[in-house]
């Protein structure tokens, strides 16, 4: 009997590297904060979701046709669920970064990321003890 990483895991690894990128795109935004006309991003997890689960969202696919050109990996795409996000309060300057909410958001991925983090490892202490057959 063969054993599947992707099924084994479920979508817990999906979660993590979610919550990863997810917190890059929040980070950038808090540092954004006072740049003007900055406008703020979030991932839509419900969007992320959907397009892993029907597997029907493949991203952004390019190829490099001259050496100069930059490489696309690690570039989160709009199709993936990278949104604009609509601030409570309009900004004069045009910004859409609220901090104290940006820093919420955050702080809830972070919680996220260790519940995701917590979920992932107590499969892998499951794998391991049914190796080791205890």
Request: charged residues 20%; aromatic residues 10%.
């Amino acid at each position: 009997m063969s054993l599947s990483f992707d099924r084994a895991l479920g979508i817990h690894e999906k979660a993590l590297a979610f919550r990863a990128d997810r917190a890059g795109v929040l980070a950038n935004n808090i540092a954004n904060a006072d740049t003007p006309n900055y406008q703020a991003r979030d991932l839509d997890f419900s969007a992320v979701l959907e397009a892993q689960q029907t597997g029907g969202d493949q991203g952004f696919q390019a190829a490099r046709t001259h050496a100069r050109h930059l490489d696309v990996e690690g570039f989160i795409d709009q199709a993936a669920g990278l949104r604009y996000r609509m601030p409570y309060q309009a900004s004069v300057d045009g910004n859409t970064v609220e901090t104290q909410a940006e820093q919420a958001r955050y702080t809830e991925n972070a919680i996220d990321f260790q519940a995701s983090f917590t979920f992932l490892n107590s499969k892998f202490k499951g794998l391991m003890t049914a190796l080791r057959g205890d």
